[in-house]
T-cell receptor
């Protein structure tokens, strides 16, 4: 089955700097890669997703890149703000009949 | 359009009791997924259901755990004879189609004393 590795497990950045979180997946058949943000005690919220027919997607300060050959995808947050502090999860899914497989999360702290 | 609803938000049970967790998907969503999250860990898939059918239960423990999504009413995750190791946050998510984006509910935090 699919296996998703996520790094780093914790990340601290100064306000205004960029943050990058990386994930690798094992099954080349995976074709959907969402990113979720989870604040303490809250539900995971989808912030951006990408499908395997696209190499990059951007939404304001957030972007995701996908390298199918290397089987890795990354989340980029620019101009970080304190409210970006949360745990971020990547996930991958093989097309069709399998569930989302999540990474173990990255705790991002943005220091004002 | 209300989001995914879960209740109760917090549930305390003693060892050996039963826990029932409810999930109402977003309007128009017929696919429901249950995940378990332990402290400081990611989300682990448990079961995927459509109305009246279990599609994939590969993540469910073989004993004590069951799930249903009846024609009318919410999806139910049932844990019988709870043990301390069952303490976790249980999230459900819904989507309109199998391959679409999943939207999560607020979770039920189960504590087993």
């Amino acid at each position: 089955g699919e296996n998703v590795e996520q790094h780093p497990s914790t990340l601290s950045v100064q306000e205004g700097d960029s943050a990058v979180i990386k994930c690798t997946y094992s099954d080349s058949a995976s074709n959907y890669f969402p990113w979720y943000k989870q604040e303490l005690g809250k539900r995971p919220q989808l912030i951006i997703d990408i499908r395997s027919n696209v190499g990059e997607k951007k939404d304001q300060r957030i972007a995701v890149t996908l390298n199918k050959t290397a089987k890795h995808f990354s989340l980029h947050i620019t101009e970080t703000q304190p409210e970006d502090s949360a745990v971020y999860f990547c996930a991958a899914r093989i097309s069709g009949n399998t569930p989302l497989v999540f990474g173990k999360g990255t705790r991002l702290s943005v220091i004002a | 359009n209300a989001g995914v609803m879960q209740n109760p938000r917090h549930l305390v049970r003693r060892r050996g009791q039963e826990a029932r967790l409810r999930c109402s998907p977003m309007k128009g969503h017929s696919h429901v997924y249950w995940y378990r999250q332990l402290p400081e860990e990611g989300l682990k898939f448990m079961v995927y259901l459509q109305k009246e059918n279990i599609i994939d239960e590969s993540g469910m423990p073989k004993e004590r755990f069951s799930a249903e999504f009846p024609k009318e009413g919410p999806s139910i995750l049932r844990i019988q004879q709870v043990v301390r190791g069952d303490s976790a946050a249980y999230f459900c998510a819904s989507s309109p189609q199998k391959t679409d984006t999943q939207y999560f509910g607020p979770g039920t935090r189960l504590t087993v004393l």
